[in-house]
Every structure is written in structure tokens, then in C-alpha cells.
């Protein structure tokens, strides 16, 4: 089973408990996450960015001072923007918040119910699904030799053919390359692929 079928089966796990949305920010470096996924509403997330909230929202200051989980009744952390009040008047009434991770990698997550708390075994089990996506999306500790001149050749903006002949190889061989780079990386397309390789300074 591939990486993203097997993130793909969390998520339709955490959709069955969380079904009013959630946010999951996975490995959290240099201020923003190498994977997310959101399915709050769309109204709250324009308003969330419009106002700036990600920079002083408690959820995101206990997921980095903290791990496990908590529900956001039973915050003790300061909320002097009232962005859980503002969060409640577009439907996220009740939530829990879940980090792990170490700091300089974490993952946080939060998952929202209109009508009810979650029950802890609904957390554990939300808890348990983020702890896997941490791990299936930890980042590789290196590209091959191959698979980083394949990356070069098209972040310097070569087509397939020509980085092909620069390297010496057949076309098919070149693709095969970046396949296996978009592959390792855990990314959709060659610049999704770019750009995480140079966030974690593989490249």
C-alpha cells in the first residue's frame, strides 16, 4: 500500500469522528507544515486568514508547548483575540487539539463538533490516527545522487529532453528518476517535490 493510500485511510477515519472539520498540520518546520489537510468551513478559514489568527491562536500555541490532547473547554492558555469565541460563531462549537512530535518537527491537528464534546475514546482514536500520519509523513533523511541531479536540471528550468541529454540518460530513465524523487518525497507533482526538497535542505 502506497504512502498516500495509507494517509488517505487516516483521514477517512479522523472524517468519521471529527465530521464538523479539522485541521492537520504535519511536521511543523520553520513556521509552516511539510503536508496539511483542512475540511472546516470554507467561510471560517477565509476569516481565520484574513485576520492573521494562525500567528496567536491558542490551538497552534498549546500544540507547540504541549503533546497528547486536550479539548479547547479545558484550555488554560490565554485566548485574548477570542478566536475560539469568533471560531464559534461559524459552527466549530467544540474541539480538541492533538500535537506530537518533537518541537522542531511537530504535528498539530484540531477537529471540531458542532452539538457535543468528543468523548475521550473518540480523542484516542483521533490521537492514534495523527500519531500514524506523523509517522508515514516523516521526511526521508536523503535523496540519491540521481534523484537530486533530476530535481537540479528541472529547478533550473531544463525541459525532460534536454536534462536527459545533460545527464547522458534516455528520457524514460530521467522521468524514472523524478518519479522515484516525487516519490520519496511524498509529493504530487516535480515542484511540489522542488520545493520540499529544499525545505529540507536536500538540495
Same mark, same amino acid.
Given at each position: 500500500?502506497?504512502?498516500? /493510500? ?18 492537520? @498540520? #504535519? ?11 483542512? &475540511? ?18 491558542? /490551538? ?12 479547547? +473547554?479545558?484550555?488554560? #492558555?490565554?485566548?485574548? %483575540? ?14 480538541? &487539539?492533538? +500535537?506530537?512530535?518533537?518541537? /522542531?518537527?511537530?504535528?498539530?491537528? $484540531? %477537529? ?14 483521533? +490521537?492514534?490516527?495523527?500519531?500514524? #500520519? ?32 545533460? #545527464? @547522458?540518460? /534516455?528520457? $524514460? ?15 504530487? &507533482? ?14
Amino acid at each position: 500500500m502506497s504512502i498516500h /493510500t495509507e494517509i488517505n485511510k487516516c483521514l477517512r477515519e479522523i472524517g468519521r469522528v471529527a465530521t464538523d472539520g479539522y485541521f492537520i @498540520g #504535519l511536521h511543523i518546520r520553520f513556521a509552516a507544515p511539510i503536508m496539511q489537510f483542512q &475540511t472546516y468551513p470554507e467561510a471560517w478559514t477565509d476569516h481565520y486568514t484574513r485576520q492573521a489568527y494562525a500567528l496567536r491562536d491558542p /490551538t497552534i500555541a498549546w500544540g507547540f508547548s504541549e503533546e497528547g490532547a486536550c479539548r479547547w +473547554s479545558e484550555f488554560t #492558555l490565554p485566548d485574548p %483575540f477570542n478566536i475560539l469565541g469568533e471560531a464559534r460563531r461559524f459552527g466549530l462549537n467544540y474541539g480538541v &487539539t492533538v +500535537s506530537c512530535g518533537p518541537v /522542531t518537527s511537530r504535528t498539530i491537528a $484540531s %477537529f471540531t463538533l458542532r452539538d457535543r464534546e468528543f468523548r475521550d475514546d473518540e480523542i484516542d482514536l483521533i +490521537s492514534q490516527q495523527i500519531r500514524r #500520519l506523523h509517522d508515514l509523513a516523516q521526511p526521508p533523511e536523503g535523496l540519491t545522487k540521481a534523484q537530486i541531479e533530476a530535481l537540479r536540471c528541472i529547478a533550473a528550468g531544463d525541459r525532460h529532453a534536454a536534462a536527459a541529454a545533460k #545527464l @547522458g540518460i /534516455t528520457q $524514460s530513465a530521467f522521468k524514472a528518476r523524478l518519479l522515484s524523487a516525487r516519490e520519496r518525497l511524498m509529493a504530487r &507533482t516535480t515542484a511540489e517535490a522542488i520545493q520540499r526538497a529544499k525545505e529540507y535542505r536536500l538540495l
